[in-house]
């Protein structure tokens, strides 16, 4: 090749190449906006189209009927029903605050203990709640409970140095990849009358009680923390260690007290993240499913089990309105909550390493009442978090007659001489991990496309943003018969053909569908905070808009990015509904689609196959956090 | 490149990458007329330890000159109604694993005697080995009973008696005793709801629940987590299960007392499972040899065994090991409502069930 040829090859890629970086952004714009289109939009459309079809016509009856059911709405029926009789409703209303009554007594907070606690009793007259109330009833209490046991978490891993402090890290997002029956199987073998707790009071003469059966709403909501508050702790984790300790430094120069530096510095910018957790988790706990059924029983039904019910009896103009509704319910708190984070856009932060202090000095120290008190902590944590997780390991190896490999052996026979058609334990294991590792690759463009495109956009990009979010505030069910309906039957078009998506890519793309906008919450408020001339001179100089986010702002958001990619991995590993009917009969299934499958007359098997999921997802965080932590210095 | 070409480019890059998805529409069911025989089912037919499935496909196969594959669709049935109602391909040849409710449903989603053909019983000759008490009733003839389980209660005899009938249950002495299932995921959830109405009818079975959810019954929502959750670590002193529940607890060394089968009222609810023919299918005559196969005498032992549910043929013609025959409990009467009892009333009646729990 002539020596002008090459050059001129040369010339042409690099201008392609300077092309393409031009381009980027556009092109992973685009590109997340296609997938969102056929992995979102195209499923979640073919059956929210059905809330407002009555045999093909356009109608309102479907939300007519839900909004006027006492059943679902409770006393808000009459409102829906005859909204402008504004008078009777307030009359309604004075009625209720007349009967109020407020007195002084005793309570017995704890489950058989004679423990009395003074305790102002309110008397309200009931108030229907429907199912829509009770669902966003028992959500705001399991946030609460979520955010109260990751915080302290959150503060103990960002502020002080111990051994294993990076390993329990990673390890705090193992609760949220856990298959919903493995989580009630552990809670049962954990706080059930004859579960592990009551062995071990039973051992100091106390007990049994009846930890579930004694408040089974107080059981869901502790299981509803056991997986969002790890969420909680984590999106913390990853703000506290961004904050820019020069001006904690600075505010401590200028005389400010450890505590008011603390008040001033480092709490508003960790406020925005809690707050994060706090919605993810309300958002979550909104649509639970399986767990209130399992812990709680039928009487603490939320909406989201309606659904499921709707679903299966093929009524989907009932189900797509009451998913609808939790839909519109979920994007409204989103999008009051991004107004208040981009009021918040603050100072520029830098990614400084975090000072750390020793947990455990010296002796004197450990006895102090902060080290106490994070004892005391670690207790709650063994007992809410770890209990379960190891209650379910020990079911995995006993049988009546004690100690057993049989569960076990059972899978290694499944996988040597199991048939094709079976369901074979590596192959789950290998699934799990190459669609992790896939859709962390995808989803982290995505989300980070999304943070970039929204970032500075004002309203408009609360707006986009908040739409954003509708991967989460989905119905996972509804999103499921979405995918059945949309891709797996596929849409006929003309001339005989169809359009069906299905296998390996589509379940990698649907779970970076789900995976995104954890990304996006992680990264979102970082970026919003960065100082904006940063960029400029960065533009200034020349950078395209996509040098200027790789080697400007990516690197000062790596934590968060570092935060959305783990929860990717996470999210993928964990997810069940969309990968089983995606998987087919083919071999794309993934560990929790194997947990269920194994799931007959003997839980055994199936518990073995979850204390695998638990051990290659722990490993895999170990490696994905060591991995991530590099991008972050 | 300016945007509008750069566009055009990834656009047509996306127009490639969606033309892999697209596919035509095919004629029949599976891969047509090669003697593989596609039978579709639920789980534990195939996945979980000893599975009869796996058995039925070796002895089968090396009876005949044909081929079993066999396919878990996800959602069992459900997942064909669906599909037969968007006119989506159906990739099995058969069902195993159809009960009454199923049947019931189909008609109600896609009209009468849809989903399946009409079995030609003459062509069978084992169908007449089947127990007449297994009958579903089904007016279009679509399914033949394989295997029966009977739900009844299990409990701890340490803790409380034998409750002699539904109506004890209501009694101080079963006071938050019981848990049951959601009769709207749940088959056994939905077999004692309707042992229920059998008992207090249609106009009682609603307060008798009022009644047991005053003495403190718990729905959880399926088997699993009432029965392997709940009942295994103590939680409660009686469940809602199978009538085999002795066979497990044998194999496994789990305490006797714990495990021990109540058929309050002298009864149990009968949940026969049935086979049938996919509309569409292409290997119709294999289907017919493999029901007769299924309908013989070993197979049947073999599945009730493995599958820890009872033969759907009559003593005479099964001949079952004696540690089954001594753990796996039969009623002395058995309950079961039949089609026609079901088809528009089941989803009412479970409906008004589920509303009148849910107390909020």
Redesign the interface.
């Known amino acids: 090749m002539p020596a002008s040829d090459r050059r001129g090859l040369r010339n042409a890629v690099v201008t392609l190449r300077s092309?393409l970086e031009r381009?980027a952004l556009?092109?992973a714009a685009?590109?997340t906006a296609?997938v969102l289109a056929?992995m979102l939009y195209l499923p979640v459309g073919v059956v929210f189209v059905e809330a407002v079809l009555e045999a093909g016509r356009p109608t309102l009856a479907h939300f007519r009927s839900v909004l006027t059911d006492p059943?679902y709405v409770?006393a808000l029926a009459d409102v829906f029903a005859e909204p402008l009789a504004v008078g009777s409703h307030l009359e309604g209303v004075a009625g209720w605050l007349g009967a109020v009554s407020v007195s002084a007594t005793v309570v017995r907070p704890i489950p058989g203990l004679e423990l009395p606690v003074p305790w102002l009793a309110l008397e309200t007259p009931g108030v229907?709640?429907?199912?829509f109330?009770?669902t966003a009833y028992q959500a705001a209490l399991s946030t609460l409970a979520s955010v109260a046991l990751g915080l302290p978490a959150a503060y103990v891993l960002a502020t002080y140095e111990f051994r294993g402090r990076r390993t329990i890290r990673s390890l705090t997002i193992l609760p949220f990849v856990l298959p919903g029956?493995m989580v009630?199987?552990g809670?049962?073998?954990m706080f059930?009358?004859?579960?592990t707790l009551n062995g071990l009071l039973g051992l100091v003469g106390l007990g049994?009680y009846?930890f579930?059966?004694g408040n089974?709403l107080a059981i869901v909501i502790v299981a509803h923390a056991f997986y969002n508050a790890p969420l909680v702790a984590r999106v913390t984790v990853a703000a506290w260690e961004s904050v820019d300790r020069r001006a904690v430094e600075t505010a401590r120069s200028l005389g400010a007290s450890p505590r008011r530096a603390f008040r001033d510095v480092v709490v508003p910018q960790l406020f925005p993240a809690v707050l994060t957790g706090a919605l993810l988790t309300f958002i979550f706990t909104f649509m639970t499913f399986?767990i209130v059924?399992?812990?709680g029983?039928?009487?603490l039904?939320t909406v989201e089990?309606w659904i499921?019910?709707r679903v299966?009896?093929?009524a989907y103009g009932e189900a797509a309105t009451l998913a609808v509704l939790e839909t519109l319910l979920s994007l409204g708190l989103t999008y009051a909550y991004l107004r208040y984070e981009s009021a918040q856009s603050g100072l520029a932060r830098s990614a400084g390493t975090p000072a750390r202090r020793p947990l455990v000095p010296d002796l004197r120290t450990a006895l102090s009442p902060r080290r106490l008190a994070i004892v005391a902590y670690g207790l709650v944590v063994l007992v809410v978090f770890v209990g379960p997780m190891a209650s379910l390991i020990v079911g995995s190896v006993t049988?009546?007659?004690g100690l057993t490999l049989r569960h076990y052996a059972?899978l290694l026979e499944r996988q040597l001489e199991g048939?094709s058609?079976?369901?074979l334990p590596w192959i789950a294991i290998r699934n799990s991990l190459l669609f992790g590792v896939a859709t962390l690759a995808v989803a982290v463009p995505m989300g980070v496309v999304i943070s970039v495109v929204t970032a500075r956009a004002g309203r408009a990009g609360a707006i986009v943003d908040a739409l954003a979010m509708l991967p989460l505030a989905v119905s996972g069910v509804v999103f499921g018969i979405g995918l059945?309906?949309g891709l797996?039957?596929?849409i006929?078009?003309p001339g005989?053909?169809?359009?069906?998506?299905t296998g390996a890519v589509a379940i990698v793309a649907a779970h970076a569908v789900a995976a995104y906008p954890f990304v996006t919450r992680n990264v979102s408020p970082l970026l919003a905070n960065l100082d904006p001339a940063m960029v400029e001179s960065a533009r200034a100089l020349g950078a395209s808009r996509y040098r200027a986010l790789r080697d400007v702002e990516l690197p000062l958001v790596a934590s968060g990015i570092v935060a959305g990619a783990a929860f990717a991995f996470a999210i993928s590993i964990g997810e069940f509904s969309s990968t089983?009917?995606l998987?087919?009969?083919g071999d794309t299934y993934t560990m929790p689609v194997a947990v269920?499958?194994?799931?007959?007359?003997?839980?055994?098997?199936a518990i073995a196959m979850g204390t695998v999921l638990l051990f290659v997802t722990a490993a895999s965080f170990v490696v994905v956090d060591r991995v991530g932590g590099r991008f972050e210095r | 490149m300016d945007r509008r070409t750069f566009i055009g480019t990834v656009g047509a890059g996306t127009v490639t990458g969606v033309a892999g998805c697209l596919t035509r529409d095919g004629g029949g069911n599976g891969d047509g007329d090669d003697g593989t025989l596609r039978i579709a089912t639920y789980d534990s037919m195939v996945n979980t330890e000893n599975s009869a499935g796996p058995w039925l496909k070796e002895a089968f196969e090396a009876e005949h000159d044909a081929e079993i594959e066999w396919t878990v669709p996800d959602q069992g049935l459900t997942q064909y109604v669906r599909s037969a109602r968007e006119n989506a391909d159906i990739d099995a040849d058969a069902y195993v694993g159809v009960n009454v409710d199923d049947l019931v449903r189909i008609d109600d989603e896609l009209g009468d005697g849809e989903l399946l053909q009409e079995l030609e019983v003459d062509r069978l000759d084992n169908a007449d080995r089947i127990r007449d008490e297994l009958e579903m009733g089904d007016p279009h003839g679509r399914v033949l009973p394989y295997d029966t389980g009977y739900i009844c209660l299990v409990y701890d005899e340490t803790l409380v008696d034998e409750p002699e009938t539904l109506a004890d249950l209501t009694e101080p002495a079963y006071e938050d005793a019981l848990l049951a299932q959601n009769a709207q995921n749940s088959d056994p959830g939905r077999a004692f709801l309707l042992w229920t109405i059998d008992a207090h009818g249609e106009d009682g079975y609603l307060d008798y629940w009022g009644d047991l959810e005053d003495n403190g019954v718990r729905v959880l929502d399926g088997w699993t987590e009432s029965y392997s959750g709940a009942y295994m670590e103590g939680e409660r002193a009686m469940v809602v299960s199978y009538s085999t529940d002795q066979v497990y607890a044998n194999e496994y060394d789990y305490e006797m007392s714990r495990h021990q089968v109540a058929f309050p009222n002298g009864q149990g609810y009968a949940n026969p499972e049935g086979m049938g023919i996919l509309e569409g299918a292409t290997d119709v005559d294999v289907a017919y040899d493999f029901f007769d196969f299924v309908l013989s005498s070993e197979p049947q032992a073999e599945i009730a065994q493995r599958n820890v549910q009872f033969p759907a043929v009559a003593d005479d013609h099964v001949d079952l090991d004696s540690t089954f025959d001594e753990y796996a409990h039969e009623p002395s009467e058995t309950v079961a409502f039949d089609y026609d009892a079901l088809r528009g009333s089941l989803g009412g009646w479970v409906d008004d069930w589920a509303r009148e729990f849910v107390g909020q």
């Open positions: 092309r381009h556009s092109l685009l590109a296609a056929i059943f409770g229907r709640l429907g199912l109330g009770f029956i009630a199987v809670f049962y073998a059930g009358r004859g579960g049994p009846p579930i059966e089974p399986p059924l399992a812990l029983g039928l009487q039904a089990v499921y019910d299966r009896q093929l049988d009546g007659s059972f048939a058609y079976q369901t059945l309906r797996v039957f596929g006929p078009l005989g053909w169809r359009f069906q998506v089983v009917i998987a087919g009969g269920e499958r194994y799931l007959g007359r003997r839980s055994g098997p």
